[in-house]
């Protein structure tokens, strides 16, 4: 009876020390993310998964389509909606000019004072040359500002993840 009432009262201690209280739990869950985000800023390889998209002119709004950029060592695969003043185009297209694959070039990685980072770019779509910048949280919350020769600036929120694997 007593052996029992022990590993009873043993199993009772034990349950307690490993469950966590909900702001422990947040802690760890943000702790990954901030591993996890790290991580993919230092290999130079991650998926932007945007979620909104803010045009200098006009208002924002949330895409409801799975819109996202790659970015992997040498190459972004961009596919992004636009919404915007287009200042030279050809004409009869109808095509994003924010949905191509291209080679990156200036590839500049920061620091920010306050965390994060800062990722800035250069690439060509078809007939246009493309800045990239993104802004990186810790967590992972990712801000993406495209500027370009030929339209009007614009700007997407979203988060950044690991690249999917592709079925085989």
């Given at each position: 009876m007593i052996v029992v009432l022990m590993l009873v009262s043993a199993g009772m201690v034990l349950g307690q020390e490993t469950k966590m209280t909900g702001k422990e739990k947040k802690a760890a869950r943000k702790a990954e993310q901030i591993a996890?985000?790290?991580?993919?800023?230092?290999?130079?390889?991650?998926?932007?998964?945007a979620t909104r998209m803010t045009p200098m002119s006009g208002r924002s709004s949330n895409l409801t389509s799975s819109y996202r950029v790659v970015v992997d060592s040498s190459k972004v695969d961009s596919y992004l909606p636009y919404s915007g003043r287009a200042y030279s185009v050809n004409y009869g297209t109808t095509d994003s000019p924010m949905s191509f694959k291209g080679e990156i070039s200036e590839f500049k990685k920061e620091e920010s004072p306050k965390g994060g980072w800062t990722v800035t770019f250069k690439t060509r779509n078809k007939n246009d040359r493309l800045e990239y910048i993104f802004r990186i949280s810790e967590t992972g919350s990712t801000t993406l500002s495209v500027n370009s020769n030929d339209r009007q600036p614009v700007s997407y929120s979203g988060d950044l993840t690991e690249i999917p694997s592709k079925k085989q």
């Open positions: 996890n985000t790290k991580t993919l800023v230092e290999a130079g390889a991650w998926q932007f998964n």
